[in-house]
């Protein structure tokens, strides 16, 4: 308190003093959150403080773009494919995808990939949206150390490392199929090369292809690759006839698409064993083909028969173990291959045969458990991200390495009959493990002949 007599003067600038700095700090106040340029500025880091960070354990480096740009596709402008060497991916596409139990599924990938809240987490992508995305789902569940940078700027220099998957072309993202549609030429496909689209599933063209397909697709029945009442590879004769009546060359350039994933590269695996020296699959399939915004057509196209596919058939016979193949040089060789059993844990100790139409139950003795879905035969969520897209493969090679699986062996994949090993397959090989087949008759063909021996139960 004041002692003695007021100056009446100093009491007037003491308070014009006082109005002034709440009025400074008010402004302040009102400033800081509303100015998102500033706010992008202070989380946004150059290439040279990313370089720092990259060995530095407490920092995580994210590529939120889909994932076919992590596996090596140049989209959204980017001079160079794939990802910044030491990247995990988590796409901002799998945020808006509608699947059950999604938060638990995306949690255990932000734990697979090592994206915890106590470490500082830089997030990259090329068309300036994906990252606010990310960034805001992760502020959203508490993360608070979050930077991003535009990966452009680490593509157009040559000096800094980016890694892709050595066959990444084999599977193609909407955007390119789009691109040829349009009379385009992507980048992977030759220059007046004759690009053909089929679909591929089960049944007639009414039980799906006829509700919507991609536009200028045509259809190719499951069936017809594999006859009932088997439903085993047709044989070489038969998949000849097979592929000039759909009016295949070995020539072509073909990419499979599906509703069911599954199927497409069941078709794809059976194309390229024939010989055709050019198959790749829609990555995430009819699904990524809606994201990404694009139409589907009803409109029925036939193929054009042809009477000469231009080599002998199988062109690649490699591709696919016989019965035979697999107990007398895969199961005989342990030392040089191994056979991956890519079906449920139930199905592998006999807990069920995994089909409704096979009583059967048990594992091949000398197989060995390489992952496959959690519920049942028609699901492959260790193989795929929440969208259906392949899952960085790197995560299930450390899958496979925990089982002994040794990726400098021969490896030959199976399943119950043949449909979820062939994409497993494909997976493999888009990754760059080009030593590897199909054992396509699986386990259905294993036990159909009682002199095949049979394990059941705990390994």
Not at 229 to 250: I, R
Request: hydrophobic share 35%.
């Amino acid at each position: 308190m004041f002692r003695g007599k007021r100056n009446p003067v100093l009491l007037i600038m003491l308070l014009l003093l006082a109005i002034l700095s709440v009025t400074a700090c008010n402004s302040d106040k009102k400033d800081q959150p509303t100015n998102k340029k500033s706010d992008e500025a202070k989380t946004a880091i150059t290439t040279e403080e990313l370089q720092e960070k990259l060995n530095d354990d407490s920092w995580v480096v994210v590529d939120t773009r889909i994932n076919d740009a992590f596996n090596g596709w140049k989209l959204d402008g980017v001079e160079r494919g794939g990802h910044i060497a030491g990247a995990v991916d988590f796409s901002a596409n799998w945020l808006k995808v509608e699947a059950d139990n999604k938060e638990k599924t995306l949690d255990t990938a932000l734990e697979t990939k090592g994206i915890s809240s106590d470490k500082n987490i830089v997030l990259y992508d090329a068309n300036g949206t994906d990252t606010k995305k990310v960034a805001e789902y992760l502020k959203g569940k508490g993360y608070e150390n979050v930077f991003t940078y535009d990966v452009k700027e680490w593509a157009k220099d040559e000096s800094l490392p980016m890694e892709n998957f050595e066959n990444y072309h084999m599977i193609v993202p909407a955007s390119v199929v789009n691109d040829i549609i349009d009379g385009k030429t992507p980048e992977t496909f030759e220059e007046g090369k004759k690009v053909k689209i089929v679909e591929a599933s089960w049944g007639e063209e009414k039980d799906g292809y006829a509700n919507g397909h991609v536009p200028g697709s045509f259809h190719i029945n499951t069936d017809d690759i594999e006859p009932p009442p088997a439903w085993m590879l047709a044989s070489d004769k038969e998949l000849e006839k097979v592929v000039l009546n759909y009016g295949f060359t070995k020539d072509d350039s073909v990419i499979v698409t599906s509703e069911s994933q599954m199927a497409a590269y069941r078709v794809a695996v059976a194309l390229r064993y024939v010989g055709i020296e050019d198959v790749r699959v829609l990555n995430g399939g009819l699904g990524a083909w809606t994201a990404a915004g694009y139409e589907v057509e009803t409109t029925s196209h036939k193929p054009k028969p042809v009477t000469d596919f231009g080599a002998s058939i199988p062109g690649n016979p490699d591709l696919i173990d016989t019965i035979e193949e697999v107990k007398t040089e895969v199961l005989a060789n342990p030392e040089k291959n191994t056979l991956v059993d890519n079906r449920t844990w139930e199905e592998r100790i006999g807990e069920t045969s995994g089909y409704s139409y096979h009583d059967k139950k048990g594992r091949i003795p000398g197989s060995v458990y390489g992952y496959a879905g959690l519920t049942d035969a028609n699901s492959l969520e260790n193989f795929r991200n929440i969208d259906n897209t392949m899952r960085n493969f790197d995560e299930i090679v450390a899958l496979w390495k925990e089982e002994g699986i040794d990726l400098e062996k021969d490896l030959s994949f199976m399943c119950g009959s043949g449909w979820r090993a062939a994409e497993v397959l494909t997976y493999a090989q888009v990754y760059g493990l080009n030593n590897s087949s199909l054992y396509s008759d699986g386990w259905i063909g294993w036990s159909n002949n009682p002199s095949n021996p049979v394990e059941t139960g705990e390994e």
